[in-house]
């Protein structure tokens, strides 16, 4: 496991806490290993009825390490890979275990519950399409500006965000990079409730309690009902394809090199 990625198991919940708040959350390969593991093995476990997602500090999550985009880039620039090509499933090992979290996500059959605080940004929104029960801090901020990058969306994001938002919204927030507050996401069908800051936790551990107190077959069945595993992961292994294409890009070169510079 990761020291960045906090986990804890009681009364049916595991609970899992992105615990690295000097970087707004962002995750590293260590993280996306960690979280992969964990929603796994949850499967596995008949204890385990229901899983929180949350996060320490006043960000939920800031999106993929900047360092490794900028390695897995750079290891296909390297090797001449340019728009991706050829290459692009050759050297794949930097962003396979983020790709596994997402396949996770996807796959996985516990009920999933999410407490968002403060900026969700790339992964740290499209994760919580996956959630079945999303509740927001009053500051919350959702976006994914993968256009921005020179990037595509990734998560199934580009099948789930549609249907949740319709499709003029979802394309402003994926290609225009808008910025949906909480009350907005609320209205527009990507949470259950907004919480004032101090009483999100709470609230989201008791909702997560509520659904490891009800009939766990039920719930699965329900769930199951609910959702096309297959569908997901067929779309994130497309999405996976181009966005590994992107990365190597020109576009999303000069994207981070301006975004670089822009940071100092």
């Not at 290459?87 to 396979?96: H, I, T, V």
């Not at 998560?155 to 994926?174: E, K, M, Q, Y």
């Not at 779309?235 to 994207?255: C, G, T, Y």
Request: proline share 4%.
């Amino acid at each position: 496991m990761s020291a960045h990625v906090l986990v804890e198991q009681a009364d049916g919940v595991l609970t899992l806490t992105l615990n690295r708040p000097e970087k707004k959350n962002a995750l590293t390969g260590e993280m996306y290993a960690a979280l992969a593991a964990a929603v796994t093995r949850a499967d596995d476990d008949d204890a385990v009825r229901c899983v929180l997602l949350r996060a320490a500090g006043d960000s939920f999550c800031a999106g993929n390490d900047l360092a490794d985009f900028l390695a897995a880039a750079g290891e296909g620039h390297a090797r001449g890979d340019g728009a991706g090509g050829g290459g692009a499933r050759d050297d794949r090992s930097a962003a396979d275990v983020a790709f596994a979290f997402l396949r996770a996500l996807a796959a996985g059959r516990k009920p999933l519950v999410a407490a968002v605080q403060g900026r969700a940004v790339g992964i740290g929104l499209t994760m919580l399409l996956h959630c079945d029960l999303v509740y927001l801090a009053d500051d919350a901020l959702l976006s994914a500006p993968f256009v921005d990058l020179g990037l595509v969306p990734e998560a199934a994001s580009s099948l789930l965000l549609p249907a949740r938002i319709g499709h003029p919204r979802a394309f402003a927030v994926f290609v225009l990079g808008e910025v949906v507050n909480a009350r907005e996401a609320h209205g527009w069908g990507l949470a259950n409730a907004v919480l004032p800051v101090d009483e999100l936790d709470t609230f989201a551990r008791s909702a997560a309690a509520e659904v490891a107190a009800r009939a766990p077959q039920a719930v699965a069945v329900t769930r199951s009902l609910m959702r096309s595993p297959d569908a997901l992961t067929a779309r994130i292994a497309e999405e996976a394809e181009h966005f590994m294409a992107r990365l190597r890009s020109p576009e999303a070169r000069r994207a981070f090199e301006k975004l670089l510079r822009r940071r100092g």
